[in-house]
């Protein structure tokens, strides 16, 4: 009797401590270390400890790769599509939909790496209207607020994955779905902590 409690323990504890299957099929890569570093750097630096959003610019674009992961269930708890800039000035680069290039100058309109602490939240143009101003953490993005760059959602960045199809280009903005921004920002309305938002390739 004791074995047939204990084994059902364990399965409850397995099957809520991994990602659901669409969550895990999206992930393509072991993101264990920079899990382990993000929690160690939002502890040290007062950030929210219970969540941070990974981007990772290195996956299609018409694939889910920006991650809300959760820092108490070890786990990726929603994943969706996110843009990358378009980067062209002052070169117009042919295979810029298929490959993400990154620059920390104004007026590049590319992407940049690094984290940023999740600031403010705002009025926007597009999407749902609302933008969250994102403020560069290190030399790779410091110019973040300079060059407007922002978390705002877009009704041309589709809700499901579309590979092989791709996302639209933004000039620099990680722009999400209307769908998944109203997530990110009830999510966000909770917190009283800064979230970071991190972006790898």
Request: with cysteine; proline share 3%; charged share 25%.
């Amino acid at each position: 009797m004791k074995l047939t409690v204990l084994l059902g323990i364990l399965a409850f504890v397995c099957c809520n401590s991994a990602e659901t299957p669409e969550i895990k099929k999206s992930i393509s890569k072991d993101y264990a270390s920079t899990n382990s570093e993000a929690f160690d750097y939002c502890k040290k630096n007062g950030f929210n400890e219970d969540f941070y959003f990974l981007v990772d610019l290195s996956i299609h674009s018409g694939k889910n790769r920006f991650f809300v992961y959760d820092f108490e269930k070890s786990k990726v708890i929603e994943s969706n599509l996110v843009t990358h800039g378009t980067c062209d000035k002052p070169i117009a680069y042919k295979d810029m939909w298929e490959k993400a290039r990154f620059s920390n100058t104004d007026g590049s309109h590319c992407s940049a790496l690094g984290k940023y602490k999740v600031g403010a939240r705002d009025k926007s143009g597009w999407g749902i209207k609302i933008k969250y101003w994102l403020h560069g953490l290190e030399k790779t993005n410091d110019n973040a607020q300079k060059r407007v760059i922002v978390l705002h959602s877009w009704e041309a960045v589709a809700d499901k994955e579309i590979y092989p199809d791709y996302s639209p280009l933004s000039w620099g903005c990680p722009a999400v779905s209307d769908n998944f921004m109203e997530k990110l920002d009830a999510r966000l309305q909770k917190v009283k902590k800064p979230v970071l938002l991190w972006i790898v390739e």
